[in-house]
């Protein structure tokens, strides 16, 4: 009997208390990390039973739109959010006179990639326009301009 009492008193206050409780949003909206932290905790948890996904999209509002793939993080991206961009134009400011084994290569735009493979190459070539391709499993290759020579590589900076 004891705990009928309970378990009343417990069904009863629930909408009580999930009225007082902060949504996502507002939540997000908090700059300091403790609090934003403390307001999460204080988020009450779906009832057992309840698909996780359907109390999501009621508290959580619309969804964002998707962003457009950002050229500046290629090569760096986690291997579970593959971009949409497959390569990239840039070029090797001076003079190149080829690369070897772990040999880093900074580019015009800023990237620095690093050979990943045991390929060496000789080359005399000054600012030479370079593209790095996708490959398959995660791969990336640079190529150059006019030429047929290609490396392994992956990006480092």
């Given at each position: 009997m004891r705990?009928?009492?309970?378990?009343?008193?417990?069904?009863?206050?629930?909408?009580?208390?999930?009225?007082?409780a902060?949504?996502?949003?507002?939540?997000?909206?908090i700059?300091d990390?403790?609090?934003?932290?403390?307001?999460?905790?204080?988020?009450?948890?779906?009832?057992?039973?309840?698909?996780?996904?359907?109390?999501?999209?009621?508290?959580?509002?619309?969804?964002?739109?998707?962003?457009?793939?950002?050229?500046?993080?290629f090569?760096?991206?986690?291997?579970?959010a593959?971009s949409?961009?497959?390569?990239?134009?840039?070029?090797?400011?001076?003079?190149?006179?080829g690369?070897?084994p772990?040999?880093?290569?900074?580019?015009?735009?800023?990237?620095?990639?690093?050979?990943?493979?045991?390929?060496?190459?000789?080359l005399?070539?000054?600012?030479?326009?370079?593209?790095?391709r996708?490959g398959?499993?995660g791969?990336?290759?640079?190529e150059?301009?006019?030429?047929?020579r290609?490396?392994?590589?992956?990006r480092?900076?």
């Amino acid at each position: 009997m004891r705990h009928l009492v309970l378990l009343s008193l417990a069904l009863a206050a629930g909408p009580v208390l999930a009225q007082n409780a902060p949504s996502l949003q507002a939540c997000r909206a908090i700059t300091d990390a403790a609090q934003r932290l403390a307001c999460y905790d204080a988020l009450p948890l779906p009832a057992p039973g309840t698909p996780a996904a359907a109390t999501a999209t009621t508290t959580a509002g619309p969804a964002a739109a998707p962003t457009a793939p950002d050229s500046t993080r290629f090569g760096l991206e986690a291997k579970a959010a593959r971009s949409l961009i497959e390569s990239i134009d840039s070029s090797i400011e001076g003079r190149f006179d080829g690369w070897g084994p772990k040999d880093r290569i900074r580019l015009a735009n800023g990237q620095v990639w690093q050979i990943a493979d045991d390929s060496t190459a000789a080359l005399s070539v000054t600012n030479p326009k370079v593209t790095i391709r996708r490959g398959t499993l995660g791969v990336f290759y640079l190529e150059f301009e006019k030429s047929n020579r290609t490396a392994r590589v992956r990006r480092v900076e």
